[in-house]
């Protein structure tokens, strides 16, 4: 028996820029996929947690397959535990899929390394959903605060994070495929916002390096700004985020998607509080998370 976790995370910078191959920031935090693998004699069962969320079967379907190149897995039980809320962009898709790699790995001792784990994390998120950045996966694997495409990890930021939640669902598919709706009607508009975004990562990457939040805060905002632009911010995430903002918050974006699910702030760690009052008296809920270091983990 085998029971492996992996964490899900916030973009600081660079949604979907990086789906053009910009740069972009993630941070791994302290909300975990568990998932527990046992044999049985009766083939393979899939025990999910998202009983309201059927597609997330889908990423654990296909990461066993892709572990069945390595291994002859055909009688286990899946069970999969999680406490990160789904559909919210805070990456509960590549932690079911990276903790399911993980687990499938250890158990029939397949010694692929966590690069290897990482990269096909990214490739059974690609199968899925036809289009995906290596962003998610990379971060959950490796956990800490991570660039992409350039697969560079920064140390853990040590700030205080809050996470707004509308409760609103969205498709990450969707809206990718909006994005590239209005980035194929006015490219020499559209690619000058994906090049400035990733500008910003590249300054951000810089700033956590030398932990000026509020550095990284102001470049955060002007991050949403483009983000807006793009036409993936919602009333209600723009509700959460300027009552982040208005109660103190270093800077305040949308993380993932967007179209609904979560946004995060960054704030001094004295000031977490209040701020997750305030986002949660704006629209839906608030939680204060902590970075974490670890990513995929056997326990
Ligand atoms: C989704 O969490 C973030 C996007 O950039 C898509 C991706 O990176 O796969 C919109």
Do not use: W
């Amino acid at each position: 028996m085998t029971i492996c976790s992996a964490p899900g995370k916030v973009f600081l910078f660079g949604e979907h820029a990086v789906v053009y191959g910009k740069r972009a920031i993630a941070c791994a935090i302290d909300l975990r996929t568990m998932v527990e693998v046992t044999h049985n004699s009766k083939g393979i069962r899939i025990h999910s947690a998202f009983k309201d969320e059927p597609d997330k079967n889908q990423y654990i379907k296909t990461a066993i397959k892709k572990m069945q190149q390595y291994a002859d897995i055909k009688n286990v039980n899946i069970t999969v535990t999680s406490k990160i809320p789904v559909a919210s962009g805070l990456g509960s898709s590549a932690a079911v899929t990276v903790a399911t790699l993980g687990a499938l790995n250890e158990e029939f001792q397949v010694g692929l390394r966590k690069e290897e784990l990482a990269l096909l994390g990214y490739q059974t998120e690609l199968e899925v959903q036809g289009a995906a950045s290596p962003t998610d996966t990379f971060v959950s694997t490796m956990g800490g605060t991570v660039v992409v495409p350039d697969k560079k990890i920064l140390p853990p930021i040590t700030c205080g994070i809050v996470v707004g939640h509308t409760g609103i669902s969205k498709s990450t598919a969707r809206m990718v495929s909006r994005v590239k709706t209005l980035k194929e009607r006015y490219p020499e508009v559209v690619d000058g916002i994906m090049d400035s975004i990733g500008d910003i990562s590249a300054r951000g990457e810089d700033l956590i390096k030398r932990n000026d939040y509020r550095s990284i805060g102001e470049l955060m905002n002007v991050n949403q700004g483009l983000l807006d632009a793009l036409g993936v911010t919602i009333p209600e995430l723009s509700l959460q985020i300027y009552a982040a903002r208005q109660h103190g918050a270093y800077g305040a974006k949308i993380t993932g998607a967007g179209g609904g699910g979560c946004m995060v702030a960054l704030c001094d760690e004295k000031n977490a509080k209040e701020i997750a009052t305030a986002i949660g008296h704006a629209y839906g809920d608030s939680f204060i998370s902590r970075p974490t270091a670890e990513g995929v983990f056997i326990r």
